[in-house]
């Protein structure tokens, strides 16, 4: 699973690689990418706190890892949570200040703004869980916010697709696109929280050892 998710997270992983090069190097500056030579700080935010999200956020899906190291889990969510944030204010600020490229329109923006809220909201419903124990829900918010996190990834796979088929996409179907990247993601985060079955917090009916897992239940795990 981690291999798996860091492959998706692969393409614009190296597509940001690109961007960070071309404004360390000076690059020739073009339309396309003239909104981030005048403001490089957002984007390089956006950057590196999304590639940190991603890689990192992978391995907590390696139950076998997390047991063999039972200190990982609360030491990556100390990194985890603010990169999640970070990498959704960035590319908020980036949707609402930054200049539309061409084929980009109303409709693909304000899908960034509502997934990128999202983003925000269910990362931190998913701190205020674990800061009741509630370990269900705590686990239930991540993975949403990690589906989201990941939607560039899955983006990838639907605009080549749409490319290989149809050729070039064009305004609207660009944002659809996008839209179904996000959409896809969020419908296998809810398969993957369904799967398992729910740790309860009531007091009588929680023990004192998950059996499943091999360690103390009230233990934070983010997935």
């Known amino acids: 699973m981690p291999a798996a998710l860091i492959l998706l997270s692969a ?39 999304v590639s940190l ?16 190291r039972p200190g990982w889990h609360r030491a990556a969510g100390r990194l ?22 061409p084929g980009d329109g109303d409709l693909l923006a304000g899908l960034r703004l509502v997934f990128g809220t999202a983003m925000v909201v269910v990362i931190l419903l998913g701190l205020a869980a674990i800061r009741r124990r509630d370990i269900a829900r705590h686990r239930a918010w991540m993975i949403r916010g990690y589906a989201i996190g990941q939607g560039a990834g899955t983006q990838a796979l639907t605009l080549a697709l749409w490319f290989l088929i149809a050729g070039p996409p064009g305004e609207l179907s660009r944002a659809l696109l996008v839209g179904a990247g996000w959409v896809i993601n969020l419908v296998v985060a809810e398969w993957v929280i369904r799967r398992r079955p729910r740790t309860s917090t009531h007091p009588r009916l929680r023990s004192t050892r998950d059996t499943r897992w091999g360690q103390p239940i009230g233990e934070d795990r983010t997935f």
Do not use: D, K
């Not at 999200?53 to 063999?68: E, H, K, P, S």
């Open 11 to 49: 393409v614009p992983m190296v597509a940001g690689a690109v961007r960070l090069n071309e404004l360390a190097g000076g690059a020739a500056i073009t339309p396309e990418n003239a909104r981030f030579f005048a403001a490089p700080l957002p984007v390089v935010a956006h950057i590196l706190c």
């Open 53 to 68: 999200y991603c890689v990192l956020g992978a391995f907590q899906f390696a139950a076998g890892f997390r047991r063999r």
């Open 80 to 101: 985890l949570i603010p990169s999640g944030l970070g990498a959704a204010l960035t590319g908020l600020w980036m949707t609402l200040f930054y200049l539309s490229p």
